[in-house]
């Protein structure tokens, strides 16, 4: 039988390669749900393709839009955030592969799991803000959490036979983004379309800035030590230019395995929605003549602040990794907005880190009020400058 799937985040990068997905395997997915937040005009154009059973807007001003233009089919229409969050808890649905970008993927996350649905994780934000309730209710709920993003997606395959072996080491690859080697006098002049130029790979805005300060990386850091069930310093971010070798996991006896490919974000999205078993796909092959040379580099996290910003707070715990992330979602935003240079968003991540209410052992409620809070003196940073 085919897998019945959830895609939120339908009309982003991950969510239209995974649609690509679909395509190239349509017996085996059928596409049950679709959400955007705002691209109406795509997110109706999948629709009357894919013919799902719900499509969800998360702007309600573009309700009525998405009703005209589904006016013929059959299609359940809604709107809000409130409706991502519920219809993942359809009966019909066997996945739920969340590509939402940033704090709004965890609730959705959350419900689904709680609903037994197994996820395949695109949205790193849920395990940074939150790792310690999703891990533990994916367990209570015998619910799979399938990584997404190719470093993770990597470790993930390299651990395969190897669940009963203990981990000595996780080495996450970075290509280092477009300021690879740059000093911080570069950095301070650094231009929204500078860093929106990302040398390997094809991504959404918030995640290409990310990668370009290096924050994508910290922040996939936290999110293996919640998925792979490792301590902080047992994580190390190389940087790799190639993009290339995706990850990295050494054993105890000092072997290590990497996962090696193009870099193609369809083959860990499809790694994730066929697991246990690889399907065949007709991708560009890696060809080592292409790559007579593999590089490695130390990260530099004293001109890339906000990887060392990311450890601090893995280091601490409790809900600061939730105020790191909110904190860093308002300062790409102000950059994106140009209000604030490249190099301020550290400064307006680490002060909001200083100021912002710590609690060890967060409830659910406390990760709400932690990011509204966070996020509130983020932007306060931002506009006081």
């Known amino acids: 039988m085919s897998k019945r799937i959830a895609i939120l985040g339908s009309t982003g990068s991950i969510g239209t390669q995974a649609l690509e997905v679909v395509d190239a395997h349509p017996d085996e997915f059928q596409v049950e749900v679709i959400t955007a937040n705002n691209n109406v005009e795509l997110l109706i154009e999948q629709a009357l393709k894919y013919d799902p059973n719900t499509v969800v807007i998360g702007n309600k001003d573009k309700y009525q ?12 229409v809604y709107a809000g955030s409130d409706a991502i969050a519920q219809v993942v ?8 592969l969340t590509a939402m970008v940033g704090f709004a993927g965890l609730i959705p996350t959350i419900n689904a799991i709680e609903a ?4 395949a994780l695109a949205n790193k934000e849920t395990l940074v803000v939150a790792g310690d309730i999703i891990t533990r209710l994916a367990h209570e709920n015998k619910v799979s959490i399938l990584p997404v993003d190719s470093e993770h997606s990597a470790i993930f395959q390299c651990l395969a036979g190897e669940f009963h072996n203990p981990i000595e080491k996780l080495y996450l690859t970075a290509s280092g983004g ?5 000093k911080l006098d570069f950095l301070r002049k650094v231009t929204r379309c500078q860093a929106l130029n990302h040398p390997n790979w094809t991504m959404g805005d918030k ?12 922040l996939e850091a936290i999110e293996a030590r919640w998925l792979f069930n490792v301590k902080p310093k047992d994580i190390d971010v190389v940087v790799h230019p190639q993009s290339i070798v995706h990850s990295l996991v050494q054993f105890e006896d000092g072997s290590i395995k990497a996962q090696l490919g193009l870099p193609d974000m369809r083959i860990p999205i499809q790694y994730a929605m066929t697991f246990p078993k690889r399907s065949k796909a007709d991708f560009p092959r890696f060809n080592f003549m292409d790559y007579p040379e593999l590089t490695f580099e130390k990260a530099d996290v004293k001109v890339f602040r906000n990887l060392d910003l990311a450890y601090q707070a893995m280091g601490k715990g409790g809900n600061m990794p939730c105020i790191l992330n909110a904190a860093n979602e308002i300062a790409v935003d102000g950059f994106l907005k140009q209000k ?3 190099v301020e968003m550290s400064d307006v991540i680490e002060r909001t880190m200083m100021k912002a209410s710590i609690i060890n052992q967060p409830s659910l409620d406390d990760y709400i009020q932690t990011n509204n809070e966070a996020r509130q003196i983020a932007s306060e940073i931002i506009q006081n400058k």
């Open 65 to 76: 839009q998405l009703c005209n233009g589904l006016d013929n089919t059959d299609v359940k």
């Open 207 to 218: 995640i290409t800035i990310d990668s370009a300060s290096m924050m994508n990386k910290g």
């Open 178 to 182: 477009p300021f690879r080697g740059k």
């Open 116 to 119: 037994g649905k197994h996820i």
């Open 340 to 342: 604030i240079g490249f």
């Open 89 to 96: 808890q359809i009966s019909t649905i066997d996945i739920v």
